[in-house]
């Protein structure tokens, strides 16, 4: 039988100002009516872009101590949500634990946060892309930014890429292991006013578009808020297109719901203000079918 509430083990980091990583995702799931088991990372006073001397313990050992418990307690999930890892150590611990609570019927998102705009996050080397890669290839969906698609290929962070390369990357992403690839921020070519998501599902040989107006504003954890709604939709029973037109629409109203307001942008989005819109009806106004 169904479980009533569907359950979702999600390892990140709880950081305790600025929305992103737990702050957004156990919102989010809630709301969606999903059950989050958070097995946190480490614990930070703030995220970690744009503050400065933020204090940070590291929860590597206290995260192999829940994977014990949690499989002798016998628990399962129907997701294993992964993002933010602060070391190779934590990559392999996250690469275990879908070796031990993985199965046919649960759903394996990894997000592989490492950077955004170009740039790496100052917590991140070399080997640790080498590990993530190791991840990924035992996700069934992934869902880098453009800037995370490009360093887990090896390729440089080009601002006019070509709808053709996309779908290259993507197609290359999915042979390292994913099932499903979707690269967020992916810039729309000189003169555009757009940003879209671009998705390839290897199983139907399918490509997918959502664009949406590009606001100059950077708010960290969006992507933690776009990843968990795709969670959320697809543990609905929702379609893939369907469930990345409802991520997009939720962090377009977010970033629009906070933009108009005049607070420093490391404060993340303001979530409790559209949080209610996860319940309103779903419009399917913009997703695309690629040729
Ligand atoms: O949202 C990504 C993220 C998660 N966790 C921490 C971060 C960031 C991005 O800066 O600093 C601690």
């Known amino acids: 039988m169904q479980r009533a509430v569907k359950r979702v083990a999600a390892i990140h980091d709880l950081s ?16 969606m009516k999903v059950q989050v088991c958070p097995m946190p990372t480490a614990v930070l006073s703030t995220h970690t872009g744009g503050f400065e001397d933020f204090s940070f313990v590291d929860l590597t050992d206290t995260m192999e101590q829940y994977l014990h418990h949690w499989e002798k307690v016998g628990i ?3 997701c294993i949500y992964s993002g933010f890892l602060g070391s190779t150590k934590q990559i392999d611990i996250v690469s275990k634990f879908i070796d031990v609570f993985g199965n046919e019927n649960n759903l ?36 880098p930014n453009f800037t995370e698609a490009a360093y887990l290929l090896g390729e440089s962070y080009e601002e006019n890429i070509s709808e053709d390369k996309v779908k290259d990357w993507l197609i290359r992403l999915s042979n390292m292991g994913p099932k499903i690839v979707i690269i967020t921020s992916v810039p729309d070519g000189e003169g555009s006013k757009n940003t879209s998501v671009i998705a390839y599902d290897k199983k139907t040989n399918r490509f997918w578009k959502v664009s949406c107006l590009y606001i100059p504003a950077h708010f960290p954890g969006t992507g933690d808020g776009f990843t968990s709604v795709l969670v959320g939709s697809l543990l609905q029973g929702d379609s893939l297109p369907v469930a990345l037109d409802r991520s997009v629409q939720f962090i377009t109203s977010a970033i629009r719901a906070s933009y108009g307001f ?3 942008q490391r404060e993340g989005v303001l979530l409790e203000r559209v949080l209610e819109n996860l319940n309103m009806p779903v419009l399917m106004s913009s997703y695309e079918l690629l040729k």
């Open 16 to 31: 305790g100002f600025g929305r992103a990583s737990l702050t957004m995702i156990i919102p989010i799931l809630s709301t």
């Open 76 to 78: 399962d999930f129907d």
């Open 108 to 143: 394996k998102v990894v997000d592989p946060v490492m950077g955004d705009n170009g740039k790496m996050y100052a917590t991140m080397d070399e080997e640790m892309i080498e590990h993530m890669k190791r991840l990924i290839g035992k996700a069934d969906i992934i869902t």
């Open 262 to 264: 005049d607070y420093p």
